[in-house]
């Protein structure tokens, strides 16, 4: 089975300008979630979609960010217009039910997100 | 908050030693799961052990819980070179929320 899938592993860009983050989840899984890591602030959840329905966006930073996910096989993560504190790895993870029925989460390799 | 605390936040230990890692959380769960990051890569699940179990094992792996003080622990027995990861615990409510990890470094 194919993991989950991001795209691109490595974006350079300069601030003012849209950054999108995609990311394909396994098959069949119906959650997935967005985090974001960096060194001073750990591993942190930005949002996250049921059956591709947002649940919980409070941890998005600001109305730069937006995320959505048109299907089931199919999200992504847009940063308009970027700043270079969004400078960070970017994860998206899935799941096939909730971590409460003990299922784990999956993760791709992230994005490595450099503003300058 | 949700979120497991991982300790301590750094270890470094010789190939062939034992490593412990310690997890605390504060609220009530039905799992608490273990991941591994190895650099560049994402999390990877390890382990996952559930409410009514007090310990688990998987290869090198042991996991213990403890409810009453809210903790677990991550045994990674014989560790090799290649266990050099930072390792992360999680409680099992959605969504996961991790802690900063211990970074574990093996030297052979």
């Known amino acids: 089975d194919a993991g989950v899938i991001q795209s691109p592993r490595h974006e350079v860009t300069e601030m003012g300008q849209e950054v999108t983050l995609r990311c394909k989840p396994i098959?069949?899984?119906?959650?997935l979630f967005w985090y974001r890591q960096t060194m001073m602030r750990g591993l942190e959840l930005l949002i996250y979609?049921?059956?591709?329905?947002?649940?919980?966006d409070s941890g998005m930073p600001e109305d730069r960010f937006s995320a959505k996910m048109p299907n089931a096989s199919f999200s992504t993560l847009k940063i308009q217009p970027s700043e270079p504190r969004d400078s960070a790895v970017y994860f998206c993870?899935?799941?096939?039910?909730?971590?409460?029925?003990?299922?784990?989460?999956?993760f791709g390799d992230g994005t490595r997100l450099s503003i300058l | 908050s949700q979120q497991g605390e991982e300790d301590p936040q750094a270890l470094s230990i010789q190939e062939g030693e034992n490593a412990t890692m310690n997890c605390s959380y504060k609220?009530?769960?039905?799992?608490l799961q273990w991941y591994r990051q190895n650099s560049g890569r994402g999390l990877v699940h390890l382990i996952l052990?559930?409410?009514?179990?007090r310990e688990k094992h998987s290869g090198r792996l042991r996991v213990t819980l403890d409810t009453s003080k809210k903790s677990s622990s991550l045994l990674i027995t014989a560790s090799r070179a290649a266990d050099t990861a930072s390792y992360f615990c999680?409680?099992?409510?959605?969504?996961?929320?991790f802690g900063k990890g211990t970074r574990l470094s093996v030297i052979a």
């Open positions: 993870a899935s799941s096939r039910g909730q971590a409460s029925l003990n299922q784990p989460q999956h």
């Open positions: 098959s069949g899984h119906d959650y």
């Open positions: 979609f049921n059956n591709n329905v947002p649940i919980d």
């Open positions: 609220t009530s769960i039905n799992n």
């Open positions: 052990i559930r409410s009514n179990e």
């Open positions: 999680a409680s099992g409510n959605t969504p996961l929320v």
